[in-house]
């Protein structure tokens, strides 16, 4: 975890310098920190920020004023083959130099998770070769001090928790591809439904591994009472043949079921990866009706994107945007949120929080 302007949890702010006017300035430059266990009210989320394109939204990102933000996957693009650390730094460091970007990082704090362009390989899983290296320059972009968790451990699965009781928010933020199993390939390449991916109902293959299974489980026994649980990939979405969790039925049926046998109120998903904006709604076989927000257009959403969306809750949005999830404590609302490049609200969902509690799963 990385901490800006509030140093929460005693954790260090990120190094790397950003040019101003009056010269470089440190990204270690901090406010006072504020109270301990303060609630989080706004929680931003963004994925897919190409180094090489221009980013303006981060400027509209920073007038918002979050509490936190999350950096959702493919944070920098790397993945052509053959893969090289080099690459992955040089992308790294021209990251670390956009001016917005870097304004962000040291004003706020803020937790990341990996996707596959910065993981290193398009719709890459387990089998890549190159995934150590790559983690250890995640970790050393990201300044995951030498005690930090994801050290201990394959992958960089990591969560940390916000927040008063009452009113804690859990951040889970998923690794799905250090383990993931091989996609099953589509018989009908760009065909709708079916553009790269078929469903697998393999029991041998996994998105998380045992591992990471094991301990999200230990996660989710913990107390919270919002969850945000950030996926590079889908989670509840149908209706396409992309990278998703429904690729895996088993497995997604395995999240789900595992929410229930845990007692685990509160969750909402979040996701990147889709080169567009949406929120999604999912009330069968779930332990209570499960809500996602995919944010994904920092640099290069997908403007001509088109398909079906059987749980989707109103149309695809494909322009500029980063997303939010607004925290009411006092009505007992959250808010799913996609804003644009002027800061405007263009896709929102109330959910009331005792709408997010365990119920017995539907057979």
Known sequence: MTIGRRRLLGLV?????????????????????????????????TSCADQSKPQPIWDTLYADRPDLVIFGGDNV?????????????????????????ARVRRSFPHL?????????????????VHKQASKDLFLEFWEAGEKDPRRSHEGIYHAEVFGPPGQRVQV????????????????????????????????????????????????????ADVRLIVSGVQV??????????????????????LVAATGAGGVVFLSGDRHIGAIYREARDVPYPLYE?????????????????????????????????EI????????????DLR???????????????PKQVTR
Request: aromatic share 10%; net charge neutral.
């Open 172 to 223: 889970i933020l998923l690794d799905t591809r250090w383990f993931r199993s091989a996609w099953k390939r589509t018989d009908v390449r760009d065909a709708p439904g079916k553009e790269r991916y078929l469903p697998d109902e393999d029991p041998a293959k996994s998105m998380l591994g045992a591992q990471q299974w094991s301990w999200l489980e230990a996660q989710l026994k913990q107390p």
């Open 328 to 339: 009411d404590w006092a009505a007992r609302v959250l808010r799913l949120e996609l804003k």
């Open 343 to 357: 800061g405007a609200v263009r896709r929102s969902q109330a959910i009331a929080m005792d709408q997010l509690q």
């Open 13 to 45: 702010p990120a190094l790397a310098m950003v040019g101003c006017q009056t010269g470089p300035v440190p990204l270690n430059r901090v406010d006072p920190p504020p109270p301990p266990q303060v609630p989080l009210a706004r929680v931003a989320f």
């Open 293 to 325: 927000l995919t944010s994904s257009g920092v640099t290069h959403p997908w403007a001509q994107a088109s398909e079906a969306g059987p749980n989707r809750i109103g149309a695809l949005f494909t322009e500029q945007h980063y997303g939010t999830v």
């Open 77 to 101: 693009y790397a993945s052509p083959q053959q893969w090289t650390p080099e690459a992955l730094r040089t992308a790294y460091q021209a990251q670390a130099a956009i001016p917005g970007f």
């Open 236 to 257: 509840v979405v149908d209706g396409h043949g992309w990278e998703r969790w429904g690729n895996f039925p088993l497995e997604r049926s395995r999240l789900y079921k």
């Open 112 to 128: 990341a998770i990996w996707d596959d362009h910065d993981y290193g390989l398009n719709d890459g899983g387990a089998d890549f």
